[in-house]
């Protein structure tokens, strides 16, 4: 019986020890699961397929550090849905690997992991992914748009920044121009 006491003892240790080692992942799976729910909600509402490609997401560290390099601006979910102003562009371009994306990044709103949180910045990304012609047609003509993400922990955007932040980072590869038709990728239509 002690051997058996040891033993489960040792394993809930270990079980602890490792959910320590994983609880920031798990939590940032979770905010970037609420992100995408969001804007895949948002994206029925305009006829607009979004999807996570894990091939752009592997580039997200990159992408972020171009973008931090372009001097591009974070937003505060909080401050956009309260201000009066509605920005026409959220998006910032850079180039990571000779090619184009665009990228949006917003400081980490508390209780991050509520997709409804998400629900205003969502729009305004879907919004500026169209103003820049980043949705594209599938083969059966419908619009879609793939995005990558990541959360960036404990980061300064610039060094002059006092303190460390968390950010949601949102990015799209920048359609290239159709050889045969001379067309990039397309644009929706929102509601007034």
């Not at 040792?10 to 609880?23: D, E, K, N, P, R």
């Not at 419908?142 to 960036?152: E, P, Q």
């Amino acid at each position: 019986m002690k051997l058996f006491r040891k033993l489960a003892a040792a394993a809930l240790a270990g079980v602890m020890a490792l959910s320590l080692l994983t609880g920031c992942a798990l939590g940032d799976a979770a905010k970037e699961s609420a992100m995408l729910k969001a804007l895949q909600t948002v994206g029925d509402l305009y006829q607009v397929k979004v999807s996570e490609s894990d091939s752009l997401s592997k580039k997200a560290s990159g992408i972020f550090k171009a973008f931090k390099n372009a001097k591009g601006k974070a937003w505060d979910i909080d401050e956009l849905r309260n201000s009066d102003d509605w920005p026409d562009e959220i998006s910032t371009e850079v180039i990571y690997q000779d090619i184009h994306y665009r990228v949006v990044v917003l400081k980490m709103p508390k209780n991050a992991k509520d997709s409804t949180k998400w629900g205003y910045p969502a729009d305004a990304i879907l919004y500026s992914y169209s103003l820049n012609r980043c949705i594209e047609k599938d083969e059966d003509g419908n619009d879609t748009l793939k995005v990558g993400f990541d959360v960036m922990n404990d980061t300064k955007l610039t060094d002059k920044q006092e303190k460390s932040e968390d950010y949601m980072v949102v990015f799209v590869k920048v359609p290239e121009e159709d050889n045969n038709t001379g067309e990039d990728g397309g644009e929706i239509t929102l509601p007034a």
